[in-house]
């Protein structure tokens, strides 16, 4: 079974200055997709990166990017310039194509976002 | 309609109370899921229907009855709970894998945030 872990609960990070979220994950599949998902006071769940493990080239939407270490099993997430509003838990998650039907995520812990004006 | 709506969003009730969650999704997809989402403890998938048909049951205790009368639809029926049920129940969709392009992510609500008493 695949495992996602998320080694800190909690970051910290001054407005506008940039803050790296660590994912390590387990699997033995060479073809799947990875997530950050982020979780504002709403709680709704937001996709806010994606990354296909085929893929060589690192994700990247307006401030948020990833660092994808396929070999090393790493998959981080870079928010740069931080906004008020990125302040929520993020989570990253594992899924795999290869499963005949449906998307089967696999979520990490979750790391809480902080972010000081 | 937003994408993926969940009613209601508060629930207390009590151990022998019946109450049930549901949650309908506008973006015309044919798979729907039920995450568990605890304090301190990572999203646990609970179950996932399939065009209807129940796919994954997560070895969720029988008090926990899910029903899918079609693709749009999904409720979660409480029976006997327990305090330690007390939880966010995100509901989710997504295209299934076998009905051609699918982007791996999952579209969640807003959540129903249950108290057990």
């Known amino acids: 079974a695949q495992t996602v872990t998320q080694s800190q609960p909690e970051m910290s990070v001054q407005e506008a200055e940039t803050v790296t979220l660590s994912c390590t994950y387990d699997t033995s599949e060479s073809d799947y997709y990875l997530f950050w998902y982020k979780q504002p006071p709403s709680r709704q769940m937001i996709l806010v990166i994606r990354q296909e493990a085929y893929k060589q080239q690192n994700a990247t939407e307006n401030r948020f990017s990833v660092n994808f270490q396929k070999a090393a099993k790493s998959f981080s997430l870079k928010i740069s310039d931080s906004q008020l509003g990125d302040a929520a838990m993020y989570f990253c998650a594992y899924s795999s194509p290869l499963k005949a039907a449906g998307n089967k995520l696999t979520f990490g812990g979750g790391t809480r976002v902080l972010v000081k004006p | 309609e937003t994408g993926v709506t969940q009613t209601p969003r508060h629930l207390v009730m009590g151990m022998t109370n019946k109450k049930s969650l549901k949650c309908e999704q506008h973006l015309g997809h044919n798979a729907m899921y039920w995450y568990k989402q605890s304090a301190k403890k990572p999203l646990e998938l609970m179950f996932v229907y399939n065009f209807k048909e129940q796919t994954e049951n997560n070895s969720v205790p029988s008090r926990f009855s899910p029903e899918c009368p079609n693709s749009s639809h999904l409720f979660l029926h409480l029976h006997t709970l327990q305090p330690e049920d007390s939880a966010l129940y995100l509901c989710?969709?997504?295209?299934?894998?076998?009905?051609?392009?699918?982007?791996?992510?999952?579209?969640f609500g807003e959540g129903s945030r249950l108290t057990v008493l």
């Open positions: 989710a969709s997504s295209q299934d894998r076998r009905q051609g392009w699918n982007t791996g992510e999952l579209f």
